[in-house]
């Protein structure tokens, strides 16, 4: 491969491209895309539930398929769409922003993708294989160990393989951060976003350990008749709802850390003017993540664990509200005294503002415990986390989406069709949730298939049913615009928004595929602003223009998660039928043989010469 | 014109109530307007933080709405660099500080009444019913009274009653909203709260844990009668003779069959402690069929050919032989007449 690989190809050699690239801005599209595609799962699950409790004692789908729903949505929508999204868009921006050239580990990175997309997949063939994982997202023991099928099986496979995924992309932006920053770019320079991915990284490391932990003595439980959470053989369930929320808290900040980065990025760019409290924001966000592992058992006051634990616990939960109200006032402060403009990305993040003040407002509110106890397993629940993660996460990927997607596509999304998705989304967003904590406080416990007549919870259970089908609109409508704009959309220069801070903004959109020809010397914090208020057209380089060492495309990641994914075809049915076993063995030969071969075979990458480097124009 | 504007006042200020109440949920299953102490301090510690909630939020807004109208950027001022600040100490301690503030004055309260509501002094001399959630029913052993009951527990009004909950299969929460918050019941240890109604009436309870396909079928009650009633209800089922005879034939062949098809292999009916099925001594007297229909005779029949059809994947379908109508009419009548206790469901003054 070279500079030359930028003329027009076959499609099978487009394929073979992407089947094989290790280029971190190809897998973040990969991610974006993938993550994209399984939102719209995730969001047809959700329309399916909202219909069934569009009235009472509906019949629209039976309880069995009901429970299948509520648990796929959820798992689908915080595995395999919000998180790889986030993570996508860590892939594809934060290399540019520190003024690195590619991830730490390439090969890995492409590893982690292709683990995450099977991991997908392998949960949701579990449709077409016998019935689909049934114990809700939690899989509380013993319901989940109880639960009938394989579809358990395939939730802990499948979150078992992208959780590997996660984990090593988790360990190569970590170390991407600390060891390929820019000449000038020290930590107190580096942009939220990146900050933002350094500490969801730290979680990642810290919280997947956990959850992988308890994924294998769930499946050792399942299929290989160990007892650790079966009461009747002297197991403890209790001890997997402990394992699942040390790894499940985290988890939220893991998603809304990088949303409050992306914000942090486009409210200072559409303020024209720096953000506000930089350093309190860095440090509020590691408070945030520090506190975030201290939280887990306030999903569980209503356990049993004592007045200590839960006493405890809910000051943890409350102290997060400082550091989260520092973050709100620091954004507010940005806006205030700036040259606001607002456009969709813009929309996104000013709607973002009040939706997530109600989301952490409750969250407070859950946290004491006394109240909680009413709140707890009701779609008061619901209606907290969704303005978490709709109002928080959500909005900031389509935020980020409209604000990187020149820089990713080259192209500028189309602002009317931004605006109309927003409004539609927005509204719809507000119609589904807010009268869901009304509804919880009426006597609606989570996870319920049918709600009965006469219990005055009609009129609340339609609103929020009106509201998600707003909100597929403006999705759809999001789509459409993604389309058009794929098609017809204007050509994006360097910098589109005209006000952009960080360095992405002073390279081409997109990238090519080495990022910078010269590494650039970065002069403080918003380097490429602190250029342009000098003057200066582009970035002062920190190097002659000389051979970028590149590294070499490579199938081996596919092949190695391919075994993975025959050999948890094999764990699973081997319950069944020990010929599977071969399935078992035979898969894992491949992993590990793909492994031994990466080892063996050295392979030393490729070099962009300089006399090539010159002939391009930046 | 006055009398015309003052009813027009009138039909708003009652639409206006009445939308309150609407807002506020089904009497006896909202946890908004709670009648018993767990309910109560639960929504003390609500309404003090919503306050403390509303005033931030009500703070974010107008800041956020002033900037963004004042700061929106202005026709000529396409080229105009605001200034850039890198921040202010003293606003940044203010914003800290008071959060900080507002966080204790919701913590103290809460972990006072968190101690408060797990206190268990008084549990030796108050009345205890050992509650055990079952897919998906309810089983409540009045262990000093030795009385066994299902899905209707009754409890004499203005006492604190200790609950001992426990699970027989997976995990699920007892939730009776309008007199306590949740507790969950667990297979493998026994939890204890006290609940005190103030109130005689039908109180609904849910299931909160997810537990399986009927999850949402769980529903139970709680009885609250007076003093007076409750003695005279622990009295009848002490009293209660399984092998009596019924009044009719007809019911008198449906015993016969319930004994024959094996039921009372599940269905205790007296004091028995087997509870593999609900106990079904005062079953007549239950305020609903399998915890959400109404107790007909027609739906009854129903149930007893296909519970299936009621409740999905419940643990009574297949586990009896097939009966016929008529057979499930004898059995229904039979069941019917099992009301051994002058108590009921209406004397809490309420359905």
Redesign the interface.
Known sequence: MSIASTQQKGFWAILWDYLTTVDHKKLGNMYIAAGAFFFVLGGIEALVIRIQLAKPENDFI???L??EMITMHGTTMIFFAAMPILIGFMNAIMPLQIGARDVAFPFLNSLGFWLFLFGGIMLNLSWFLGGAPD??WTA?A??SI?SPGHGMDFYILGLQLSGAGTLMGGINFLVTIVTMRAPGMTYMRMPLFTWTTFVASILILFAFPALTVGLFLLMFDRLFGSAFFD?ALGG???IWQHLFWIFGHPEVYILILPAFGIFSEIIPVF????L?????MVFATFLIAFLGFMVWAHHMF???L??TA??IF??GT??I??PT??K???W??T????????NSAMLWS?GF??SF??GG??G??LG???????Y???YFVIAHFHYVIVGGVVFGILAGLHYWWPKLFGKVLNEAMGKIAFWFFFIGFHLTFFIQH?LG???M????????E????D?GNMISTVGAFLMGIGSLVFIINVVYTTVKGEKAGNDPWGDGRSLEWSISSPPKEYNFKQLPLVRGLDPYWIEK?EGNKKMTPAQPVNDIHMPNGSILPLIMTIGFFIASFGFIYQVDNNLWLIALFGGMAIALGSMLARSLVDDYGYHIHKEDLEKEVD | MNRWMGKIKALILLGFVSLVL?????EN????DPKGY??E???D??IL??II?IA??VI??L??TV??IR???KKG?EN?????????HK??IV??AI??V??II??VP??F???D??DDADASESISIDVTGNQYWWHFNYSNEEIQTSQDMYIPVNEKVYLNIDSA???H?F?V?TI?????A????T?TMYIEAYEEGVY?G????????????M?FKIVVVSQEEYDQWVEDMKSVDPEAEPETASAQEGKDLFEANSCIGCHAIGSSPSAVGPNLTNFANRTTLAG?EDLTYENLVDWLMNPEALK??NKMTGNYPELSEDEASSIAEYLLGLDHSEINPESAGNE
């Not at chain 1, 004491?368 to 009413?374: F, I, L, N, P």
């Open positions: 039976s309880a069995g009901y429970n114990a809700g509380y013993p319901l109880q009461v403890n369930s209790v303020s024209r003017k720096r506000f409290g930089y350093t309190s209503a356990v049993g004592g007045p839960n006493a809910a000051v409350m102290a509200a400082v109200g520092i709100i006032f620091n507010l402060a806006l205030w005294g700036g040259s606001i403009t607002i000013l503002i009040p003040t109600i407002m409750t407070v509110m004491a415990t006394t109240a909680d106890y009413q707890h397993d009701t009304f406080l009426m006597g416990p989570r996870r319920y298939w049918v709600f009965l006469g219990q005055g919870l009129t208020m | 609407a807002a506020c949920g089904k299953l909202t946890a908004l767990g309910a301090v639960s929504m510690i609500m933080s919503i909630m931030v939020f974010v807004m800041v956020y900037a963004i700061f929106r950027r001022q105009y660099i605001p200034k850039q600040v890198e921040g202010n606003l940044e914003w800290t959060p900080i507002l966080v919701l913590a809460t972990i009444t968190v101690f509501l797990a299969d997976v995990i929460s939730w909203p306590s918050g949740k507790m969950d667990n297979p493998e240890n939890n609904w849910k299931c909160a844990e997810l537990c399986g396909p009927s999850h949402s079928l529903d959400v999905p994947g």
